[in-house]
């Protein structure tokens, strides 16, 4: 058929494929719900607000379906957009024919895009340029054509010292150059070979002379091998960072080598002589042309195929390690949140002190103070009263204790705190506090707490993330959080759009209150920009809370667009509209007003009126307007109005006298929250400052694809010790607790250079953040770590203190 390319009518052997029709093949998927899908996208919608209020139109794509089509659509138009740029670019130079057109608008891919416009690519002159120029082109032709001529004698004709041509020599060195570029260049042969190479190749890493002792972290790596295919992504990226940091030396063989190399070309060079019908017959050129072949590869295709697999290698290591962020990502932020109740931060450090904040329960700061209990100070009883009195003071209920510098010692002086003050009945949880120091130092926090020392403001920041983790966490670089495995390694942009996808459908399924949420977290909701969240905060400073969701429109430069795409995410509880404390839309209030009437209830009364509501027939209220998912929504959200999808909220209890890694023995079962899920197993916190590797081996008695088949960050989980190396700060766990411990049990892939104590794999770095809040106990016991003090009994300055506070052990529990 034909087509219009440009102003050029060309035909083609087959129509090709529109954007949307590429995607819905990709997706499995009819290509209208593609095409709704497209041009909603095109109209300003977010992929939350398409995902939840507009299944009639996209089929019911989910929020994953979309964002993968939202990915793909941009690929799509940039392949698209590159390709007319080639197209433009060889039709200047006057060399774009039917057939190539054909090829350049049947390519799928951008290497393939790319392959096929090498030759014709605006390039620095090449030698084969300059003996094109030389007018030496015919003779690398007759020779390739003809391979029964003697070179040569045939060369000999196109000796023109004007041109540069000085002898026959330098004439057939000129042909050569012609031959291995279009050796190189020709797009068929090189897209065969890039793909054989993927198959049959393997990554070589040695240790570089000398190297030794500096590269010991990736001493794993020192006499390394292990095909392409086969490669993990946390693999490859600590074998880049060690190729990086002058430690290793890697080499991407083609294919495996033998013992004893075979002598003749190789199988690479083989093909290309196949390709272009070049054998060794004993014919007078022969030698010549292998000559050219062997020459080829290289020094060009082989280097190119190297510098496309390394590519090749570090695009699927990024993807995957992009996607175990985001997920990790996720989890963390939905996380169960501990709910609106007073609670007590605490922001561990030796000779600075812990910070201490105490926040009510909708999370204002109400008391600040620094404690002393650590070396070099030693003032442990004192530490005790002054929390003691805070948590009198202001009936705190949580203590959130950060993860990080003498988080150990501290949680010990809490588990002390809760023993002596059982009817205050406190519970103690470790929270991760990375990123707190971003917060902490950012322009946000100086307008958020302006009263408030830097250093106390990590406090805050760790006790709000045990109240409401998702709210507190969108204050913070999501690459900032640390769940992720050598995010470092990783493009930034790449990165970033991931995360930041995921930030933005994780708000927009747990729903924000207008009338308390921040800036940050307002930022993240569906159609609301930076500057419209501040806008919203400061109209809602100045002028009160908001009353109803339809207030919004007194927000400057909030729109009817910004308002269809945010409302449905914005609650307003006790406002004039019950409705708005739910996630049905403002738009589909006429199809509740229209079940009022049916059953005769007033919205307030079918809100959570289960009997009433289950009766009902979704099909009776479709109309022109909704469809049956949406009314099925609406029923769903009738019955449990702003239900929240976060699990309960639980912790972990670390065992008593387990305070550091010397305490794990082989065989013991401790419980602990998983911190963190990498491709090769999942790291979890047994209370020690250093996270145990669960391999994916020692996951279940089943094969396991994917760690977050079985665990994700978060999770309370009970694992038995099966090896540790004390020196090293290796510990080895399983989470089947039958499994056998035998001496000397190695601890498993994952823990070699990067894979060591989580947080973006940073070789050997003791675990300074974590994923879900998890860990702490609300008993503590044992030997006091770092100071060498031990704990104060409860009779001593501690009962005193409570004495003095009302709080002496008769007193009834609080409710």
Known sequence: MSVVFGARIVTVASPPKSVPQRIAEELSVPERQVAAAVALLDGGATVPFVARYRKEATGGLDDAQLRTLEERLGYLRELDERREAVVASIREQGKLTDELLNQLMAAETK?????????????????????????????ADALLADPGQEPASLAAGYVDTEKGVADATAALDGARSILIERFAEDADLIGGLRERMWE???????????????????????????????????????????????????????EEVPDEAPAGPTSYEREIARHFDISDQGRPADRWLADSVRLAWRTRVLVRLSVDVRLRLRQAAEDEAVRVFAANLRDLLLAAPAGSRPTMGLDPAYRTGVKVAVLDATG?????EAVYPHQPQNRWQESLATLARLVQEHQVELIAIGNGTASRETDKLAGDLVKGLPQANLTKVMVSEAGASVYSASSYASRELPDLDVSLRGAVSIARRLQDPLAELVKIDPKSIGVGQYQHDITETKLSRSLDAVVEDCVNAVGVDLNTASAPLLARVSGVSAGLAEGIVAHRDTNGAFRSRKALAAVPRLGPKAFEQCAGFLRVTGGDDPLDASAVHPEAYPVVRRISAVTNCEVQQ????????????????????????????????????GRDPRPAFRTAEFADGVEKVADLKPGMVLEGSVTNVAAFGAFVDVGVHQDGLVHVSAMSKQFVKDPREVVKPGDVVKVKVLDVDVARARIS??????????????????????????????????????????????????RQGGGGQQSAPPDTALADALRRAGLGGSQPPRR
Not at 232 to 253: C, D, M, V, Y
Not at 364 to 368: S, Y
Not at 739 to 766: F, K
């Open 111 to 139: 290497a393939r895009l790319e392959d096929i416009y090498l030759p014709y690519k605006p390039k620095r002159r090449t030698k084969a340029q300059i003996a094109i120029e030389a007018g030496l082109e015919p003779l």
């Open 606 to 641: 079918l809100i959570g009126n289960t009997a009433v509501l289950r009766k009902l027939k979704p099909q009776e209220f479709v109309d022109d307007a909704f469809g049956l998912p949406t009314v099925t929504d609406i029923l769903a959200e009738l019955d449990k109005p």
């Open 364 to 368: 204002r700061v109400v008391a600040t």
């Open 200 to 254: 049959q190749g393997q990554l070589v890493a040695k240790v570089k002379d000398g190297q030794e002792q500096a590269g010991a972290k990736f001493a794993d790596y020192f006499d390394f091998q292990e095909p392409f295919t086969s490669l993990p992504s946390h693999r490859i990226l600590a074998l880049f960072r060690g190729e990086k940091e002058e430690a290793l030396e890697l080499t991407l063989q083609p």
């Open 733 to 782: 766990l399983t989470l089947r607790l039958d499994d056998e411990v035998t001496a000397g049990q190695e601890s498993g892939d994952g823990q070699d250079a990067g894979g060591r104590g989580r947080g973006g794999g940073q070789p050997g770095r003791q675990r300074q953040s974590g994923g879900r809040q998890g860990g702490g106990g609300r008993q503590s016991g044992g």
